[in-house]
């Protein structure tokens, strides 16, 4: 019998940013030199502020949702890919957006909907928005229902209340959008919903 002694090495990545994430996978040290030159990368995948890309949204598979190191780096993975073009554009932009303005007075995430004019749900995304920014986004969102399929929108909700009213007269011409923001003009929308 012949006994030989090997020695190996290996190359640990870690970030300098996020130091307890580190792998010895090296088509992963891209991404870790691409979020530590982001530090808001980090910040957005590791924290619950972004309803679409924080530690458990629903964008990512299961397995890499939670808040270990290693899921870390898996959602990571995902949003790069997302800014890279990998997706249709309304995510590119989704997740653009949210690298932007992530860390803006008031920003939040909300389950945009739209209701048709059927009386039925249909587009819906989770998106981050700011007050500031909320109507730009509802024009994305808008924009990306009708690429989808065109069913006529009767208005838009933001985690169940309706922001925007959309109604159409008789010719099918679609009047200006109503900015619904005040409790009683969403009591009177309610009343008329029941009617």
Same mark, same amino acid.
């Given at each position: %019998?012949?006994?030989?002694?090997? &020695?190996?090495?290996? %190359?640990? +990545? ?6 307890? &994430? ?5 088509? #992963?040290?891209?991404? =870790? ?6 530090? =808001?990368?980090?910040? =957005? =995948? ?14 990512? #598979? ?10 870390? #780096? ?7 890919? %997302? ?18 303005? +992530? ?12 209701? !048709? ?11 981050? +928005? ?15 229902? !009708? ?26 011409? &679609? ?21």
């Amino acid at each position: %019998m012949k006994a030989q002694e090997v &020695v190996t090495r290996t %190359m640990v +990545y870690s970030s300098e940013v996020a130091t307890d &994430v580190s792998t010895t996978d090296e088509s #992963l040290r891209d991404v =870790i030199v691409w979020a530590d030159a982001t530090p =808001i990368v980090w910040k =957005i =995948i590791t924290g619950t502020k972004s309803g679409p890309f924080g530690r458990n949204a629903n964008t990512y #598979l299961g397995y890499a949702r939670g808040a270990s190191p290693e899921t870390a #780096l898996l959602r990571a993975v995902a949003l790069k890919r %997302m800014l890279e073009g990998g997706d249709a554009d309304f995510f590119r932009w989704r997740a653009e957006f949210t690298l932007t303005h +992530y860390s803006d007075k008031g920003f939040r995430s909300g389950f945009f909907r739209q209701q !048709d004019t059927s009386g039925y749900s249909r587009g819906c995304c989770e998106l981050d +928005y700011t007050p500031e920014t909320r109507e730009e986004v509802i024009d994305r969102f808008l924009g990306w229902c !009708d690429e989808c399929a065109t069913f006529e929108t009767k208005h838009v909700t933001i985690d169940e209340k309706i922001v925007r009213v959309v109604s159409a007269d008789k010719s099918g011409a &679609v009047e200006p959008a109503v900015n619904v923001t005040s409790p009683g003009v969403q009591l009177q929308l309610r009343k008329q919903q029941r009617t």
